[in-house]
């Protein structure tokens, strides 16, 4: 069993810096491709088997420490009574957005045991293939709703912002169902054999801290605070964070994402000594030729210092047309370069 | 003639802070609903009689301290060879993105004072009219080729990053020929009357520090380099840009944007004592109620301090359907509360 992403998350020390990557199942892989040609990505989240095969991929094709569920953010919204779509091109697509107080008043409370056992199954299926860590993941109350209350993908956030700004006790109300829906998710995930859990609040870097603060704070660290006790890594993960690390280390997590706009060692010290930090080459360096490509990895690793308690990733999700041979040199590199 | 615009964007004391706000004219606006009725966004832009009717639009309706010409980023670029077209509900389309070092060779080189005369003539006559300080305005190299690369908004800059990486030659060719037109485009705007210029940088957030050292600050300096001599305000705006604060005051310009994703403070400090500050309210706060607005603008408020060199405004444009009345409020505000 290759451990050293659950030692690197734990800051104990390793034998080499622990890679992995967000999004490395995707359609930059072939592979990927040609399951995508069978079935729809719904398909592929909620067929354990399908799941599995997707997971497995990159752990094949890559060398990486660590698996990472292939799961999509948004699938906690159906059962709660919010259904939505892939439209190829465009993203997902929620049918009714959520506007009003009647809006959220109608959503359901499920049980993911029950509801989302598809994933839990996958979860367990894949603990009997790998040799490498297990991540789960769920997105956070801010991610969530903003594709709730705006439809899809989103560049201001207007909507969801006037929610909360005009009428803040239904903001809160929706924020905390999806904290306990994504507290319940996270902790079965764990209990069917999750090693690690990533909180994704992929889009908060929109707040400044104050809206931070009273709007997503109290519901991050309802999350986190009930994940504590199950003793798992929990990464807590964000984009344009540079001025939010502090406070969302405040809300929880014992590994902080840091994207690539914020140098990993003034990142660390935002989020603070006592954390372990992931991160954060700038995802489209891998289009980049090789030798730029890794010398910014070498960038990385050098604010890194050898410290223990990096985990290193990129700073977002790969991107689509990715060249995989690319993702393969930056794990070969950073484990050549980092041995202990 | 109220100049309490530009002596905040010389550090002057002032009898009230000064507000403006990015796109104050638009489709916010009903008077502006029924100009465009009438016509597309770029026969507004390219008839001087109508650009000049738009600029004043929020002059009138607003009682704001300066105004900026009404016009659009992209239009330099149709005369370099670069045609575009507005498609409703998606933004800016270009026709045929640059991909290629023999794209960027064959981009034509032309006299923004012969094939952007419209606007200049909308400055003329601007300038018989208001009583109020007027902006002239371009975009700087990286936005405007991230438009010309991917082809429209993008999310990630892939395209854009991937010319950097993959061709730094005809990348730095193109920002530098962006450069030289942008900045004799500004330096016509001055004299055909414009009292301030703002750069708008508006995507650069997505670069590191070390991406910006690299493939932008060459180019965003040598336009600053080129306007000195003009002796008005020169406004650097970006958004995202928490991270490059100091690197952008390096490359140029006497006020430093800040977004609201940086406490006021905290930007200035890193921009520096010696230099104005524009901003920082997000624009989604103007859907709020009136009282939670009204508070965050105190704030932003209390963030600069009574300093000399604080110019009021948002951190990026306002946005489609705002309330007026809301905007209408802030100004008045502002203009009541800081009454030196």
């Known amino acids: ?38 079935h729809t990505l719904l398909q592929l989240c909620r067929t354990p088997e399908l799941a599995v095969e997707v997971t ?54 499920f049980e993911p045991r029950q509801e989302l056992a598809t994933t839990l199954e996958a979860i367990r299926l894949l603990r009997r293939e790998l040799q490498v860590p297990l991540i789960g993941f769920a997105g956070a109350p801010f991610t969530l709703a903003s594709y709730a209350i705006e439809g899809g993908h ?9 929610m909360m700004y005009g009428d803040p006790a239904t903001w809160h109300r929706l924020a905390a169902q999806l904290a306990d829906t994504v507290g319940e998710y996270l902790r079965a995930q764990v209990e069917a054999g999750a090693q690690a ?6 889009w908060i870097g929109a707040l400044d801290e104050a809206d931070y603060r009273e709007f997503v704070f109290p519901h991050v660290r309802a999350i986190f605070d009930g994940l504590v006790d199950l003793g798992v890594p929990l990464i807590h993960f964000g984009t344009g ?72 990733n990129l700073g977002h999700g790969i991107l689509p047309h990715t060249p995989v041979e690319n993702v393969k040199a930056v794990v070969e590199h950073v484990h050549a370069t980092t041995a202990r």
């Open 1 to 38: 069993m290759n451990d050293r992403f659950l030692r690197a998350c734990r800051r104990e020390s390793v034998d080499r810096t622990p890679v992995w990557f967000m999004r490395q199942a995707g359609r930059y892989m072939p592979e990927y491709r040609a399951l995508r040609e069978k």
């Open 56 to 109: 497995l991929q990159p752990i094949r094709a890559l060398g990486v420490d660590a698996a990472i569920l292939f799961s999509d953010l948004l699938l906690p919204l159906a059962p709660m009574g919010i259904p939505f779509d892939f439209v190829a091109g465009e993203g997902p697509q929620i049918e009714t957005p959520l506007r009003s107080k009647a809006d959220v008043d109608a959503l359901r409370r």
């Open 154 to 162: 989103s560049s201001n956030f207007a909507k969801t912002k006037g």
């Open 197 to 202: 859990l990533q909180v994704f609040d992929s």
């Open 241 to 312: 964070t540079g001025h939010l690390l502090a406070v969302q280390r405040e809300a929880g997590g014992t590994v902080i994402g840091v994207d690539w706009r914020t140098p990993l060692d003034v990142g660390w010290s935002r989020a603070g000594e006592g954390v372990a930090v992931q991160g954060n080459l700038d995802p489209t360096l891998l289009f980049a030729p090789r030798e730029r490509l890794l010398s910014r990895v070498d960038a990385v690793l050098a604010k890194a210092g050898g410290r223990d308690g990096h985990v290193f």
